[in-house]
């Protein structure tokens, strides 16, 4: 097995707002877990934090989707914003092409790390269609 976890214990903090046309969400995760090194049960930080900001499209004719978002996992500590392989951000653009057809633009950036530390970049960029019945 390459991983095993033990009991975990921690808390979890999550607030979204809204302030005229904009959005908010932050979601943090503190959590103190057992994880299995081949031997024995060792103590670890398993934290993340999502945070997510977007627009009220209500008042712009054919968008749908305007939203950003930053996300950090399963790491000791989320607020250090170096990149890493649990590091991600990303954006959701929809935009109506029809009553019942939206365009959705998604882009998504990742990191791959060598074993040294340095992160490179990865970019996605999707395409999708959505058909709302």
């Avoid at 808390?11 to 707002?17: A, G, L, P, R």
């Avoid at 503190?30 to 994880?35: F, G, I, K, Q, R």
């Avoid at 989707?65 to 954006?91: C, H, K, W």
């Avoid at 790390?113 to 395409?127: F, R």
Wanted: charge should be negative; aromatic fraction near 14%; include cysteine.
């Amino acid at each position: 097995e390459l991983y095993k976890y033990g009991e975990a214990q921690g808390v979890n903090f999550s607030i979204s707002t809204n302030i005229k046309y904009l959005g908010f969400s932050f979601s943090y995760s503190h959590m103190n877990s057992e994880m299995w090194n081949g031997s024995e049960y060792v103590s670890d930080d398993n934290n993340s934090l999502y945070t997510k900001f977007d627009i009220d499209t209500s008042m712009l004719n054919k968008v749908r989707i305007a939203e950003m978002f930053y996300q950090q996992r399963n790491i000791s500590d989320p607020f250090d914003f170096n990149p890493n392989v649990d590091t991600l951000f990303g954006y959701n653009l929809g935009i109506e092409m029809s009553d019942n057809m939206v365009l959705i633009l998604k882009g998504r950036k990742s990191y791959e790390c060598n074993s040294a530390g340095d992160c490179d970049p990865v970019k996605a960029t999707q395409i999708e269609t959505q058909i709302i019945f």
